[in-house]
């Protein structure tokens, strides 16, 4: 069968990421590059800060994307591409995508005042968020997208991380923006109908993309997607929109979650995880799935079948 | 047309008569007064630009490199605090190759909390790579904007255009706003070869090794050492279209002088009205200006200098641990030299300290009656 033609394809076939690209097996984060790209097409320009990608993208003057490409500052981001909008607008270039790509260090953290900022200002741009769930690019190290009980190279087993993980989509959603989403490699349709919801809109996009990275999470590489869709599945992370910081609505609703032990079991940053944490993981996990449910208008309360 | 307006509106002016493309800035005393009007000419279209209202001087500058990497002439504003904030996106800037222009209200730094000048801010980032132009009168402030852009976009690198806080920033002078016309002649439209084009996808400040890195920072020194030429031809050639000629230092009554003073931005204006009274006293004293810090006019200062008997140098700033750091530079250009004269490194006005003629003099004053230098800062006006 000729592909395309008698086919529909769910996933646009042109590929800008190339191969040759230095990321590790099963790396969630180019995977989800990989989508994005579809999604965006050729007339884009991405601004990097130090993360992974500032390494997977390759060493100069080799590069695995097929669109312009600017490394910035950690911290720069955001600021970095509402220059870049800014200078293709005063130039009349404004059919061009501009969109900022950075980890979850360089987004929940060093980089939050930069996001905040073009966030309230609405820059146009799309802001992508790979996440997965520490400082890979220095070695594992915890951010504050690091979840409760998860082992990294400075919250070593015995000082496991104690507070939660930072509900960053609340805090972009209270900037108001037109458009904050989750996606999750494990689901390519849907990240992908986000990307290109949030390239039609005009001002702040935000997208939290779930990244699993085997090696900071201690998982085999064969089984990123399957931790991926798990990932949704169990509820510990949910999918969903908010449009204009107050319409939420739930692209995948899980009615029966699977046990987030299912999820945790499979990654050896949770392996010293007792049951009675598990446990309270587990709580945690329903609880604010719960509280999604409602935020979104649904008359539905879920539990874990045992 | 002639107009009477403070060193922080010859900033603003400056931008628009060069045709910025983007701002991006960040309020901060004493340089408020340059994003106030820039608001003020982007608002009534006076100026044709995105002016992106950041939340930090960091951002400010993230910005900027990010503006001029797809092509448009770039520019912001800040002081001290700011500009140590910047500090990393300079280096950003002068690796990335982007030649964004840069107004610095020279302001000592914190704490204590001060506002008044010294150069302390503009100094610290001297080894960056970003060209640095002191400017000793409003009129200059606005003239080196036009003239760093004009110089910076041809090697590829920033420039930093630096006033004294209050001295210059908050003081009335009359300046000639040169035709939007005239301006252009001098100024042709920002058109890098390599920006960023989806339809010719490069990668810019991807990973180096030490196989490449060393080659780029090579390139950069190249560029800097070029724009010394540049920065002379480029003076000349803005005074004959407005009348106004600058170089990388300026002389004054220097030719028959026995004994050199050497100072910066408004010390140096205040110095010239010294030496007519040194000068009519009998005393073969002449002023040396440095302009432009960054690069460093070596050449120009082994030239004046060579043969002379004795030369004092007035720093408003310190390197704590070695001394004035314009005296340090101007030893080190000598050092090979066979006829050096000796050096009086003098500090004073740190923090804003007022500078007047009397002081100027009473170090010339000093240098002439002493034999040697006794020690290597010679501090003038401490109280304690
Ligand atoms: C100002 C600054 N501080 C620290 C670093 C070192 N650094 C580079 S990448 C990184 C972690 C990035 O983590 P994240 O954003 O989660 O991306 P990931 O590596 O996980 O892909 C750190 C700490 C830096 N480059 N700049
Ligand atoms: S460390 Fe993780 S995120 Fe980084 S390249 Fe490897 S798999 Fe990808
Ligand atoms: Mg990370």
Redesign the pocket.
Known sequence: MERGKTMKLSIPEEELVLQGHLACQGCG?TLCMRYALKALGQNTILDI??????VIDGPFPHTSVKVPLFHT???TAACAASGIRAGLDALGRKETNVVAW??????????IQALSGAAERNDNIIYIC?????????GI?R?S?TPYGAWTTTTPVKHFKKMPKKDLVRIMAAHRIPYTATACVGYPEDFIKKVKKAKEIQGTTFLHIMSP?PP?WKSLPEETIKLAKLAVTTCYFPIYEIENGEKYTINKVIKNPKPVKEFLERQGRFRHLTEELIEKIQKNVIDSYNGLLKKAGLDLEVHVKE | MKQVIMGNHALSFGAMISRVQVIAAYPITPQTQVVELLSELCADKRLDAEFIKVESEHSAMAACCGASAVGARTFTATSAQGLALMH?MIHWAVGGRLPVVLGNINRAMGPPWTIWTDQNDSLSQRDTGCLQFYAQSNQEVLDTVVQAFKVSEQILLPSMVILDAFALSHTSEVVDVPDQKLVDEYLPPFNPRYILDPKEPHTFGGLTGPDGYYELRYKIEEAIQDSKRLINETGKEFGELFGREYGLVEKYKLDDAEIVLIASSTIASTARVAIDELQEEGKKVGLLRVRVFRPFPSEEIRELLVNRKKVAVIDRNISFGHGGIFAQEIKSALYNCKDKPPIWGYITGIGGRDVTVEHIKEIVNDTIKSEKPEQDILWKGVKL
């Open positions: 984060a800060p130090a993360c992974c990608w500032s500052a950690f911290e950075a980890g979850d260090g360089g987004t929940f953290d060093i980089g790979y996440d997965n769930e520490a400082y890979m690019n220095t190290q951010s997208a990275c900071g | 990393e």
